[in-house]
């Protein structure tokens, strides 16, 4: 069975930081490229970055420089390091796994999400 299992969500204060994880297990790892995304009340999920397994990342404008995405290959789970964040990066914050491109549209595994609440 396919597991996307998100964690490390929570309530920060604008400009603090939080470390997401995702625990991905029934299948193979490394032929996937990792997404995260996130979406807010009332907005479209929205694309945050993109790891392809030739170790190569995209960010979506609005969290490049403050977000950094990264995998450990020997236990299967993913990270997003948030930095500087803003009220704005308050969303349910999802990872999800793809054997093409990522876009929220067409990811074949989605985890349930993590809330993640910035503060003034």
């Known amino acids: 069975e396919v597991q996307l299992v998100e964690s490390g969500g929570g309530l920060v204060q604008d400009g603090g930081s939080l470390r997401l994880s995702c625990a991905a297990s029934?299948?193979?790892?490394?032929?996937?490229?990792m997404g995260w995304f996130r979406q807010a009340p009332g907005k479209e999920r929205e694309g945050i970055s993109c790891s392809g397994s030739d170790g190569i990342t995209f960010y979506a404008d609005s969290v490049k420089g403050r977000f950094t995405a990264s995998s450990d290959y020997a236990k299967n789970i993913v990270y997003l390091q948030m930095n500087s964040l803003k009220l704005e990066d308050t969303a349910v914050y999802y990872c999800?796994?793809?054997?093409?491109?990522?876009?929220?549209?067409?990811?074949?595994?989605w985890g349930k999400g993590t809330l993640v609440t910035v503060s003034s």
């Open positions: 999800a796994a793809t054997e093409a491109i990522c876009d929220p549209n067409n990811m074949d595994y």
């Open positions: 029934g299948f193979t790892f490394d032929d996937y490229a």
